[in-house]
């Protein structure tokens, strides 16, 4: 059985996933989901795998208040694939 391995996402796409991750940092706290709502198309795994390895970046650089607000927002993106 062959596995078909996924191409990594295009340019394109990629610029709007971290776009949208640095607007998320700028919105109030709340208002994310918001955000969020206005661009459900971006909402998939390659978001998750994003804002996570972008938290990890901030704990790293004991930028804690940011990587926290990344993982409460990963969270409600969970929350919506799995109700």
Known sequence: ??????????????????????????????????????????????LIKLLLEESVIFIDKRQLIFANKLMYITTHILHFFVF
């Open 1 to 46: 059985m062959i596995t078909l391995i996924k191409p990594s996402i295009d340019k394109k796409r990629s610029k709007a996933y971290h776009n949208l991750i640095q607007r998320l940092l700028e919105y109030p706290v709340g208002e994310e989901i918001e955000l969020l709502n206005q661009n459900c198309h971006l909402l998939d795994e390659e």
